[in-house]
């Protein structure tokens, strides 16, 4: 037990039996850097990406998670962005065969390629792989398709991951600072589809929920309690990648914040939230939307002659959950048949069992004690 990875995965272990408190052990033994290390360590083993976070139940606690079995503990994921796929794929597909189907890899670096961005949504997934003594699945995309998601929304994919906690390990492009117009997208979003008054969960659970909503898994396969178990397992998180963008809407006028906002204890239970539901903020927070969303909204909202959006707030809230739920739906379809495909009918069915059997679990009446 000497080396780090066996630390971290010992604990791992541990938390799938008492989940909380092993958890808060690993808190106190390892610091920031070695939880850093300890993740980008599967890294070493893939050729060298440009962009890399991981995220998941696998990284950050989510309390009452559903563990399947004793002795299971959370699948790691990662996503990891590539200046060029299909070379990093052939690359990979040299060191590393059993990560792929064996049909797919069979057409080399190119065919992979083409089935996650003909038929997917631009992401190519390994799952189950084995690294050492636990289970990673990692996502392979494109640089540029990236940073257009992000800045545009065109899938909420990636960009609806990074509007969540997520540990970023490598990012020589700095892309953590174009996830910065994402997060604002992101707040100006939720505001357009919350009431006047709301509290800081409120806030951060629908933010969370965004790129969930129309998405087919959430039909038979996503735990239904997962954007709450998101949100309570990392409120500090949450409040850490929204406080600019909150402090900056209250400085337009748009919204008021609590006098204890900044706080970082008790955030969950922080009330007093207070939004400008007029027609000037409401077309102040629509002009703020990415370009997919405004495309979408287009063929619904009045416009006067000198191109002044005519919108109240209920009419932007519908639009623009129409738009999301539009693009969320052909995201998360193509996702799944592009996974289908890249992982094979056997890995496919068991990642689905395990989905599945998590979602009827969470759905299930649970027994007074």
């Known amino acids: 037990m000497h080396a780090r990875g066996s630390l971290v995965s010992h604990f791992q272990v541990q938390r799938s039996r008492a989940f909380g408190s092993c958890h808060a052990m690993v808190r106190c033994l390892l610091t920031a850097t070695d939880v850093k290390e300890a993740l980008a360590a599967p890294l070493q083993d893939l050729p060298a990406v440009d962009f890399a976070f991981a995220y998941g139940s696998g990284v950050f606690q989510q309390p009452g998670n559903l563990i399947l079995s004793r002795n299971e503990a959370p699948m790691v994921d990662y996503i990891l962005g590539v200046q060029m796929p299909t070379r990093w794929h052939s690359e990979n597909i040299e060191r590393n065969p059993h990560h792929y189907n064996s049909w797919l890899s069979w057409f080399g670096g190119k065919g992979v390629s083409y089935v996650a961005e003909k038929v997917g949504a631009g992401v190519h997934f390994n799952a189950f792989v084995p690294w050492k003594d636990k289970m ?20 909420l994919y990636i960009s ?11 990012d020589n492009w700095d892309m953590a600072k174009v996830n910065q117009v994402n997060l604002h997208a992101a707040a100006s979003t939720a505001l357009l589809l919350l009431p006047s008054q709301f509290s800081e969960e409120d806030f951060y659970a629908k933010i969370c929920g965004l790129s969930y909503m129309g998405d087919i898994r959430m039909l038979f396969a996503e735990d239904k309690n997962k954007v709450q178990r998101i949100v309570k397992g990392s409120s500090k998180h949450f409040h850490r990648l929204y406080r600019a963008p909150l402090f900056h809407m209250a ?17 969950i239970k922080r009330v007093g939230f207070f939004e400008d539901c007029s027609p000037y903020a409401t077309k102040s927070l629509v002009r703020s939307l990415p370009e997919t969303i405004l495309q979408k909204m287009f063929p619904y909202v009045r416009i006067r002659h000198n191109s002044e959006l005519l919108l109240s707030s209920g009419e932007a809230s519908e639009h623009v959950q129409r738009a999301i ?3 969320v ?14 992982a094979g009918a056997l890995n496919s069915l068991q990642y689905v069992w395990k989905k599945t059997m998590k979602a009827l679990r969470s759905r299930a009446p649970r027994k007074s004690d």
């Open 136 to 155: 990673i699945k990692y996502g392979v995309i494109g640089m540029g398709d990236l940073a257009e998601d992000l800045l545009t929304w065109k899938s």
């Open 325 to 327: 739920r539009s693009i």
């Open 160 to 170: 609806g991951r990074l509007q969540k906690p997520v540990r970023f390990l490598v």
């Open 251 to 267: 400085a337009e006028g748009i919204l008021e914040l609590p006098r204890t906002f900044g706080d970082v204890r008790s955030l």
């Open 329 to 342: 739906r052909s995201s998360s379809t193509k996702q799944m048949l592009s996974g289908l495909l890249a």
